[in-house]
């Protein structure tokens, strides 16, 4: 190889060593991304997004954060209450980096620090409660977990925004009695519901029906009072119409004997007593006709 094709040579690989230096110097960093750069072994900056250039065989990308909030879950662990029964707990943690050389430097895997913190203060909160305040305090444990994970997580530059339970799984033994328990509830409450509204039915017919008799008993009285107001109408017409009429003896003894016949009617009895009047009717009908009576 002559010198002409070996300075060739040379410079085609110097053409090509620079545009790989320059290419790697030219860092394009996405939306939400951070670059954590070292410059000789020691951290120098964070590229955040947008177009950023490293010195060539100084700068070094020691790591590369995402800045979106992140969701982690959990797998279940065995957590003792205070009765002592062993449920199973799983959670969801949601949180998001906020400094990414604390991230980077202060913890070498947050993510399993965050797992182990995690299930230490399960263990510690639901430690201090019942099964039935562990199952019914879902809130109260989010919260509890929640404080004690931001405050630890705080120097590693990342925020906890959330944490949920997934699920709380007593023991199958536990869950059955539970069940019973709950069965027992129900049929309580359907026969107290089924006794209290038969209850009710009694105390409405009881209701309906003294109604009932007061409406009757106030329609007869109105009823009495109409009839017996009639009845006085009638008697005050009768009475003011003979008055007014004058009548004279000998019809008033005709109308006694026309409507005296009227008393033989009756089925209780067939012996009946003639009234002492009907001799001074009979008379008085025989002068009104012009006869005189056997008297004199």
């Known amino acids: 190889m002559d010198s002409g094709t070996l300075l060739t040579v040379l410079i085609v690989l110097l053409v090509l060593l620079v545009i790989v230096v320059v290419v790697r110097s030219i860092q394009v960093v996405p939306q939400s991304r951070a670059l954590v750069v070292e410059r000789l072994g020691k951290f120098h900056s964070v590229m955040y997004a947008g177009l950023h250039l490293l010195v060539p065989f100084v700068d070094r990308i020691a790591a590369r954060v995402d800045l979106r909030e992140q969701v982690t879950t959990f797998e279940p662990q065995p957590v003792i209450t205070a009765d002592n029964v062993v449920v199973s707990i799983d959670s969801v943690i949601y949180y998001q980096v906020n400094d990414p050389m604390a991230a980077t430097y202060e913890i070498a895997d947050y993510i399993r620090a965050i797992e182990q913190l995690t299930i230490t203060t399960l263990r510690n909160v639901i430690g201090s409660m019942d099964l039935e305040q562990t199952l019914t305090s879902r809130d109260e444990i989010n919260a509890s977990l929640r404080g004690v994970l931001d405050e630890a997580t705080g120097k590693w530059g990342i925020r906890i925004n959330r944490v949920e339970l997934k699920s709380i799984d007593p023991p199958p033994t536990i869950q059955q009695a539970m069940e019973q328990q709950l069965r027992a509830d129900r049929d309580k409450r359907a026969t107290i519901l089924q006794a209290e509204g038969v209850r009710q039915s009694q105390i409405l017919r009881a209701e309906g029906e003294k109604q009932s008799a007061i409406l009757q008993a106030q329609g007869a009285a109105e009823a ?66 012009g006869g005189k009576s056997d008297g004199k």
Do not use: C, M
């Open 224 to 289: 009495a009072v109409t009839r017996a107001n009639g009845e006085a109408q009638a008697i005050d017409t009768v009475f003011t119409a003979i008055h007014e009429g004058r009548p004279t003896p000998d019809l008033l003894s005709y109308e006694y004997l026309r409507v005296l016949p009227n008393i033989a009617n009756g089925t209780a009895s067939k012996i009946w007593v003639l009234p002492t009047e009907l001799t001074a009717a009979l008379n008085a009908v025989t002068e009104g006709f």
